[in-house]
T-cell receptor, first 113, second 110 residues
Framework: DQQVKQNSPSLSVQEGRISILNCDYTNSMFDYFLWYKKYPAEGPTFLISISSIKDKNEDGRFTVFLNKSAKHLSLHIVPSQPGDSAVYFCAASKRSGSEKLVFGKGTKLTVNP | SQTIHQWPATLVQPVGSPLSLECTVEGTSNPNLYWYRQAAGRGLQLLFYSVGIGQISSEVPQNLSASRPQDRQFILSSKKLLLSDSGFYLC?????????FGPGTRLTVL
């Protein structure tokens, strides 16, 4: 039973355009959501997070949107750059619990020059 | 600032051999520690987590074990490796909700 789903294994966009990465979750107890970026043969790096009390969080070119009713979140990257090419993982947790994160399977983003 | 170290970076081991991967964290105290595995074409699977010295929780039944002999040291072990143990192993630490990952160990079991 996959509690966090990233249904698109890959996404390709043109440099300068917007990249939209999607994530769905099934567990209504999740109240904290994170996005990680991972290059090959490296550990994931934390990108941005959002608490369930918000519906939007922005950090530079990265914005995360949360739709609690739909149990859906998305990561927007504007403008996309070739250096953004990586695998992006969505993760969720019950913040009041043991802080275990449940990860999606990732979406490989390719930004073409 | 906090840093997390993992070694070795890469490892090639024969089936049936033992395994020991080490992870250490600097610059923080009493962190929660985690071991993950990323198998080819799959996401990050949580293997073990620890909230303190000697406290280990296993998430999935498997051929591996974990130990936390010191506050900032987390060890992943196996007595006899299987082919299916091949993968990219990641250690992570957290204090609040964000987890921070080490550089990973690429394990190939032949």
């Amino acid at each position: 039973d996959q509690q966090v789903k990233q249904n698109s294994p890959s996404l390709s966009v043109q440099e300068g355009r917007i990249s939209i990465l999607n994530c769905d979750y099934t567990n209504s107890m999740f109240d904290y959501f994170l996005w990680y970026k991972k290059y090959p043969a490296e550990g994931p790096t934390f990108l941005i997070s959002i608490s369930s009390i918000k519906d939007k969080n922005e950090d530079g070119r990265f914005t995360v949107f949360l739709n609690k009713s739909a149990k859906h979140l998305s990561l927007h990257i504007v403008p996309s750059q070739p250096g953004d090419s990586a695998v992006y993982f969505c993760a969720a947790s019950k913040r009041s619990g043991s802080e275990k994160l449940v990860f999606g399977k990732g979406t490989k983003l390719t930004v073409n020059p | 600032s906090q840093t997390i170290h993992q070694w070795p970076a890469t490892l090639v081991q024969p089936v049936g051999s033992p395994l020991s991967l080490e992870c250490t964290v600097e610059g923080t105290s009493n962190p929660n520690l985690y071991w993950y595995r990323q198998a080819a074409g799959r996401g990050l699977q949580l293997l073990f987590y620890s909230v303190g010295i000697g406290q280990i929780s296993s998430e999935v039944p498997q051929n591996l074990s974990a130990s936390r002999p010191q506050d900032r040291q987390f060890i992943l072990s196996s007595k006899k490796l299987l082919l299916s143990d091949s993968g990219f192993y990641l250690c992570a630490w957290s204090r609040v909700s964000e987890q921070f990952f080490g550089p990973g160990t690429r394990l190939t079991v032949l």
